[in-house]
């Protein structure tokens, strides 16, 4: 008989995703740790595009991408024959969805590894030389990316195509096997709720990939187990496995499915997958 481990998940599942954790013994409670704002206005993207004579696209995020084909549909001109680059393999699928049938990404699923990866093709493609690397992010976008490449003197620009908002995050009551945290964001959010209030008795805490899990050893004090791949099937299956391998599982309350995707632009900015929002932004 397969165990039964209660686990909180801070974004939301799709029912493909929570009908598989039923199926290998978890019992999901979904407490959304971020919001999406995506940017509706285009003028400042579109000087940038101008302004670029040799683009080369980055992407380190599904979010990122959904942006960027907001764009598209909004009638800004792109040069589709740029390069293009990106962390994740659910990233490189959402690319090649809209279009992109040569996506590069690296062996190490970071924006350390996506550096060195265009580093070294800077380094030995001599089409490369001049061009600008895009890279279409959020607002709280980590910094390696930039770094390596500044310090190659590798000409970047951070178009900024959507917003991240912590929610005030509602933690039930009741004692969980496992938190599953997508990004270093969701650690702030749950930080902020008072997540990390009784550190002495946490649970086992899991993380999407590395940078993430370097937020949450900070917050926590304590192990992080990281996902093989940054796939949320790949992520469950491991949770799965590691919490099989631990003590029993604890009372929790039942569990709550995913809301679903919404989005329904309202104002400058629209809501995104991960939640929803009122706020407006102005980005400069």
Known sequence: MTKTHNILVTRELSDEQLRLAESIGLNVVVEPAIRIEFRNDWLAFESILKETEKPVFAFTSRNG?????????????????????????????????????DVKSPVQQDGVGLAHLIINDFLQTRDF??????????????????????DSDIPIKDVVVYRTELNEMNLPGGKFDAVLFYSPSAV??????????????????????????????IESGQHVHVSPEPDTEVYLRFVARILNEQKPAKECPPSKGAMGDEKSPTSKWGQGDEGRANKRWNDS
Do not use: M, W
């Not at 792109?78 to 390069?83: H, K, L, S, T």
């Not at 749950?190 to 949450?216: Q, V």
């Open 188 to 217: 702030q959010a749950y930080r902020n709720s008072g997540g990390f209030s009784r550190k002495e008795d946490l649970p086992e805490l899991f993380a999407i990939g590395n940078t993430t899990a370097e937020e949450l050893s």
């Open 129 to 150: 030389k001049d061009a600008t690397v895009l890279h279409f992010c959020g607002d709280r976008r980590r910094n390696e990316l930039r770094h390596y490449l500044t």
């Open 65 to 101: 991408v959904a942006g960027f084909e907001r764009f598209r549909k909004a009638g800004v001109k792109i040069n589709d024959d740029a390069p293009v680059y990106a962390v994740g393999g659910k990233t490189s699928e959402a690319l090649n969805e809209i279009g992109f049938s």
